[in-house]
């Protein structure tokens, strides 16, 4: 895996627009209106810009697939993260959703232990090489390099087809949120 840079944006902002279309997860933040798909993109852009400040972005060494890592204990208020904020809420979020997501973010981060961690907050693969090991080889990587910094790493999922992949790679399931659909919280130990 390789590390994104900031030229690296769009086609981050691309495959993960692409990839969580349909994500329920996504769909109950971003405001259903006919600008749905901009909106996606723009919580895309958002999360590439937050991990690019307290984390890290990797693309798969093709470029077909990419992570946005965070490392919440680095996450801090700056200018830059409020003018993000600010963004996300008059372009994505819109002002009739601010309560909705401000309720499921604190629910999120009451059920998220206060630890050090490595939280994946986005995996995805472009469409067109899905379900062709690229996700698999990047995860790998991944969790390669959360076991390297010796940090747990967290995720949570609302596609339910994908707890099984997870589980594979040695996530476990240790909570569910029921909202409008159920988002399961993974954890894998650092080794």
């Known amino acids: 895996m390789i590390k994104a840079t900031p030229n690296d944006r769009a086609l981050v902002v691309n495959i993960l627009s692409?990839?969580?279309d349909d994500n329920q997860s996504v769909n109950y933040i971003v405001k259903q209106d006919s600008k749905r798909v901009k909106r996606i993109r723009v919580l895309m852009?958002?999360?590439?810009?937050?991990?690019?400040?307290?984390?890290?972005?990797?693309?798969?060494?093709d470029k077909k697939a990419c992570a946005l890592i965070l490392f919440p204990?680095?996450?801090?208020?700056?200018?830059?993260?409020?003018l993000l904020d600010l963004k996300l809420i008059?372009?994505?979020?819109?002002?009739?959703?601010?309560?909705k997501t401000i309720s499921r973010e604190s629910l999120i981060k009451k059920i998220q232990p206060k630890e050090k961690m490595y939280?994946?907050?986005?995996?995805?693969v472009d469409k067109s090489n899905q379900h062709s090991g690229i996700g698999s080889k990047l995860l790998k990587e991944i969790i390669?390099?959360?076991n390297s910094k010796n940090l747990p790493i967290?995720?949570?999922?609302s596609t339910l087809k994908n707890l099984p992949w997870y589980e594979q790679f040695g996530f476990?399931?240790?909570?569910?949120?029921?909202l409008s659909y159920t988002l399961f919280f993974l954890k894998r130990g650092a080794e």
Do not use: M
């Open 154 to 157: 967290y995720l949570e999922t």
């Open 18 to 20: 692409q990839a969580f």
């Open 172 to 178: 476990k399931i240790y909570h569910e949120l029921k």
């Open 119 to 124: 939280y994946i907050w986005f995996i995805g």
């Open 73 to 82: 204990d680095q996450k801090r208020p700056t200018l830059k993260s409020i």
């Open 90 to 99: 008059l372009f994505c979020v819109g002002l009739s959703g601010i309560q």
């Open 45 to 61: 852009d958002y999360s590439f810009e937050v991990c690019s400040l307290f984390g890290a972005v990797y693309l798969s060494n």
């Open 144 to 146: 390669k390099d959360g």
